[in-house]
């Protein structure tokens, strides 16, 4: 292997992403979200994919702007961050979900974190979205 060529190749991509340098700014960062939109539509086995998804992530874990949204995702159950997800997928209100959990009051005060989801909840919820009951447990 030439290590020289793989060095100025990585510096060449650098220049041209500059989300893989080692400073990105915010601009840098968009950028490289929306390339990374576009290789997952068009180029889905490409390289580039796992190089920005470090990068990503990184960034979205250092970055001042994201360390409150940061520290309040550590702090919601993985069951109750997954229903809120779904939720938003599906454009759900707290009472669109009446069968699975139960009264509106409910629903708000387990998404809030005054109470847990049950075990009963969680396999009606993992029947409605056709997940597995594990996705619900945990943290």
Do not use: W
Not at 4 to 14: E, F, M
Not at 76 to 86: C, E, F, H, K, N
Not at 88 to 110: A, F, P
């Amino acid at each position: 292997m030439n290590y020289a060529q793989a060095i100025k190749a990585a510096n060449d991509l650098a220049n041209v992403l500059p989300f893989l340098g080692a400073r990105p700014s915010r601009k840098d960062y968009e950028d490289a979200l929306s390339l990374m939109e576009y290789l997952i539509e068009h180029q889905p086995d490409s390289p580039l994919i796992d190089m920005l998804t470090a990068k990503i992530d990184k960034y979205e874990n250092e970055s001042p702007e994201f360390a409150e949204f940061n520290a309040r995702i550590a702090s919601t159950p993985s069951g109750v961050a997954l229903l809120r997800t779904l939720m938003d997928q599906h454009h759900l209100t707290q009472s669109d979900l009446e069968n699975e959990i139960g009264k509106k009051s409910l629903v708000s005060r387990i998404l809030n974190g005054q109470r847990t989801l049950t075990l009963e909840h969680m396999r009606a919820l993992a029947k409605r979205f056709d997940l597995p009951v594990s996705a619900f447990v945990g943290d």
